[in-house]
């Protein structure tokens, strides 16, 4: 089936299968920075924002996007190197491949909280597992980003 | 998932015959357990354009169409008022904010899921379930039934409550099943205790809720009586996740929490 969409702001069809995911459809036309962890919906690095809002690629169907619009990392490319930065001052970056879905969750946080507490932030973030480098430095670059005006 | 279809209906006259045509047709509400459970169907069918993804309020009712988000649930400033926001409190440790973005309500109640979260929070609300055919069916006679896979869910309805409530979920990590959960309300109607995740599916506590109702002061000796009676009626047993004495330790600790905290808020 053809589902048009728009990712990035461009307008996109797809073709896909009836029951096709999102993350396999997203992967298939080379948007690799929507990576596969889990496939059940539980590791969070397949997200990507659906009308802006955080969703799992993994557990939504293409059929179900018709319409709407899909924002990658590469569509927030500035707020992302922004928060890249405040990432390497406090060394919270060791593989890299839950920082696309991070960083678009922590970007639709920003938008949604005005002055989250650390713990309003750690609940906002749980879901985004990370394997490698840990939470505490992750926590402290990310309440930076959040201050940030510029 | 293996599909040779995925529908859209325009009517709801129109998704329940595509429904009833064949078995391994299915509804998809959310689609979060879905991706878990179901490995292929005939036809998917899709409620998005039937308009059942509203909150309506009025004076003293509460209607949530059964394709609202568990993040809309938690986020709505009438439910986070209603009985001291149980059901925002119960959705709110569901998984990440990314799964309760897609999981809905209709899926979480039609899915019967015994770790269910919503389960104790909607029973002391003594919310009622809105089918298409079933018309209105209490959600703790819908819990004792057996499953309802040819109707349509299209809303789940309670009263604006005044009173004071209390949830708690017990799980290991934020991002696991609950171990235990429980929920209790106080209002004009009087007190109501649910527990579930037992592992069994969450049930009311009516002996115990009758016992408090009848108790004209709440002490140390009553509250050890109405622990006594959800431990009878409530039954516990070991899984994966914990021991049958460690549920009943965790009831006895968190009823009695519970009902303080309750009583707190009152006065």
Redesign the interface.
């Known amino acids: 089936?053809l589902i048009k969409t728009i990712v990035n702001n461009e307008p996109k069809t797809f073709v896909c299968?009836?029951?096709e995911?999102l993350l396999d459809t997203l992967r298939k036309n080379n948007y690799l920075s929507v990576r596969r962890g889990c496939d059940?919906?539980?590791c969070?690095v397949c997200?990507v924002l659906?009308n802006g809002?955080?969703?799992?690629s993994?557990?939504?169907?293409t059929?179900?996007v018709e319409g709407k619009e899909i924002t990658t990392v590469e569509g927030i490319q500035a707020e992302a190197e922004k928060l890249g930065h405040f990432f390497g001052s406090e060394g919270a970056d060791q593989c890299g491949f839950c920082n696309p879905s991070l960083a678009l969750?922590v970007y639709a946080m920003k938008r949604e909280l005005k002055h989250p507490t650390e713990q309003e932030v750690r609940?906002?973030?749980?879901?985004?597992l990370c394997r490698c480098t840990g939470y505490i430095q992750q926590e402290r670059a990310i309440m930076d980003y959040l201050e940030d005006e510029s | 998932m293996f599909v040779s279809e995925y529908v859209k209906p325009t009517t709801l006259e129109e998704a329940y015959q595509q429904l009833i045509k064949d078995k391994t047709n299915h509804i998809i509400a959310g689609g979060a357990w879905m991706k878990l459970t179901l490995k292929s169907a005939s036809h998917l069918i899709s409620l998005e354009d039937l308009d059942l993804n509203r909150i309506l309020t009025t004076n003293d009712m509460i209607e949530i169409g059964s394709m609202v988000t568990l993040r809309e649930i938690e986020t709505n400033e009438h439910i986070k008022n209603c009985c001291s926001g149980i059901l925002s409190l119960a959705c709110h440790n569901i998984m990440g904010i990314n799964v309760r973005n897609i999981a809905t309500i209709g899926g979480s109640v039609m899915g019967r899921l015994a770790f269910s979260d919503l389960y104790p929070a909607l029973l002391v609300l003594d919310a009622t379930l809105v089918f298409y055919k079933a018309g209105e069916v209490s959600f703790a006679d819908f819990l004792k039934s057996p499953k309802m896979d040819t109707d349509i869910l299209l809303c789940v309805r309670f009263a604006k409550n005044q009173g004071k409530g209390y949830f708690r979920k017990v799980a290991t990590t934020a991002l696991d099943f609950a171990i235990l959960n429980l929920a209790i309300a106080h209002s004009e109607q009087g007190w109501r205790i649910s527990v579930g995740a037992t592992p069994y599916v969450a049930s009311l506590a009516t002996s115990a809720m009758s016992y408090l109702n009848e108790s004209k002061r709440i002490d140390e000796v009553v509250m050890e009586q109405t622990v006594q009676l959800v431990l009878e009626e409530i039954p516990c047993t070991d899984n994966i996740r914990a021991s049958k004495e460690y549920r009943e330790q965790l009831i006895k600790a968190y009823i009695k929490r519970g009902i303080k905290k309750v009583i707190e808020h009152v006065d």
Do not use: H, I, Q, W
């Open positions: 089936m299968e009836p029951g995911y059940n919906t539980s969070g997200t659906l809002k955080p969703v799992p993994c557990s939504v169907f059929a179900s969750t609940e906002y973030l749980v879901g985004n």
